[in-house]
């Protein structure tokens, strides 16, 4: 089949891989174990000489047309799916690094990435958090024992946009391992390898699946990395293809050892949701950026925080770098509307805690996803008291703009009595 867009490539993922039967998806396997009549050949599959399947936790065939689907998003050579968006960072992360070892992060990270990098500085990892909006920032942190530099593409919730490209530039030149959380763009909107990320994680959860029925994560490879330069590579997989050394490892010690292995059902309701991407997307974020027009001209609405609204810092950079601008609308309100009051006047919009999802969710953000990280860090992230998260979904365009402006209004309105 001749080479093809993103929409039909995705579409036709399982059914050019000749599943079982002429089906169009990949069945659900979902057996642990895995016969051979032949015990030989069960021996060089452990030993990675053959392809096959040996025990549920490392691999399923389900979960391998979904990881061949994400490769192929990404135009990546692998992926390796795990869990959670989170087991896919943390398996990564304690594959690759060992103590002594230090990595430059981006300053705006979520919640749970930023608590998991203290564990790592907990177990002597090295963590230097910069201002990702400005490559001299990250270039400034480096150190002799640099390993590694992460960064999100759109920062969660109060939407910075790294300096990818140039912080791509960078880490090619100092030999660095550039990963880069795609999660809230989604190789729809932007593939990471364009700006030279040696790795990419998706939070399948979000907008790949997108329907908010399934939970999962995957790290990818570009395959433009030497891993043959990396030093933290064992022996055992040092194989002949030197650009599959990092992904084989994360694969083993961080899938393997660790457990945070995918399951078939997961794996299937994510495949499935994955095909309508480009669509919800695309519709989410002409939502997105109409109700951050409304916001930003609402008087109840001190800030808005979207890279669609030609205010936002990183405007321009968003729109040379993205297909389009993301379905994360923030707000502050202004001083003396209480953000619980306006979220429990909606009546389409839901509290809930998820993003990506068809539905548009809203959520309180000092108080709930960032609450444990304290009002300093806050602060410095640019995250207020007031601030609520909105994930934008595919509701029609005027049902969610009457739901804004009349929770807003009434929030004034309450405020002026």
Not at 17 to 24: A, I, T, Y
Not at 201 to 209: C, E, F, P
Not at 272 to 282: A, I, K, Y
């Amino acid at each position: 089949m001749n080479k093809k867009g993103f929409t039909t490539t995705n579409l036709h993922s399982d059914r050019l891989d000749k599943p079982e039967h002429g089906v169009l998806h990949k069945a659900i396997h979902t057996s642990v174990a895995y016969g051979y009549e032949d015990a030989r050949k069960l021996a060089e599959v452990f030993q990675g000489k053959r392809a096959g399947y040996n025990y549920g936790r490392q691999l399923n065939p389900t979960v391998t047309a979904l990881q061949n689907r994400i490769t192929a998003m990404e135009d990546g050579i692998a992926t390796a799916a795990f869990a959670t968006g989170m087991a896919a960072i943390a398996g990564a992360m304690l594959a690759l690094l060992r103590t002594g070892d230090h990595i430059v992060s981006s300053a705006f990270l979520f919640g749970n990435t930023n608590s998991f990098f203290g564990t790592l500085q907990a177990l002597g990892i090295e963590v230097s958090f910069v201002d990702a909006t400005d490559v001299a920032a990250v270039e400034a942190a480096l150190q002799p024992n640099t390993r590694l530099v992460f960064v999100e593409t759109i920062a969660n919730p109060a939407t910075q946009i790294a300096d990818l490209a140039a912080i791509g530039k960078l880490c090619a030149q100092r030999g660095l391992v550039y990963c880069v959380d795609n999660t809230m763009t989604s190789p729809h909107l932007f593939k990471p390898k364009a700006v030279a990320a040696s790795l990419v994680v998706n939070s399948l959860t979000k907008t790949i699946g997108g329907h908010g029925n399934a939970l999962g994560g995957a790290i990818t490879d570009t395959g433009l990395y030497d891993w043959s330069a990396f030093p933290n590579i064992y022996d055992s997989y040092k194989g002949a293809d030197t650009r599959l050394w990092g992904i084989t490892q994360i694969k083993k010690k961080g899938l393997r050892d660790m457990g945070g292995s995918l399951g078939p059902e997961a794996a299937h309701h994510l495949a499935v949701g994955s095909e309508t991407l480009p669509l919800r997307l695309d519709r989410a974020c002409a939502n997105a950026l109409a109700i951050a027009r409304l916001c930003e001209g609402h008087a109840a609405v001190n800030r808005v925080f979207y890279p669609g609204l030609e205010s936002h810092a990183q405007h321009q950079r968003a729109a040379n770098l993205f297909h389009n601008f993301g379905a994360i609308v923030s707000i502050d309100l202004v001083q003396g509307i209480d953000c619980f009051e306006v979220l429990n006047a909606m009546e389409t919009v839901i509290s809930s805690s998820n993003l990506g999802d068809t539905r548009t969710l809203a959520i309180p953000v000092a108080h709930t996803i960032f609450y444990e990280m304290g009002a300093a860090r806050r602060a410095s992230m640019g995250i207020s008291d007031s601030m609520i998260r909105f994930s934008v979904g595919i509701e029609d365009t005027q049902d969610l703009l009457d739901d804004f402006s009349r929770a807003l209004d009434q929030a004034l309105t309450l405020k002026s009595a």
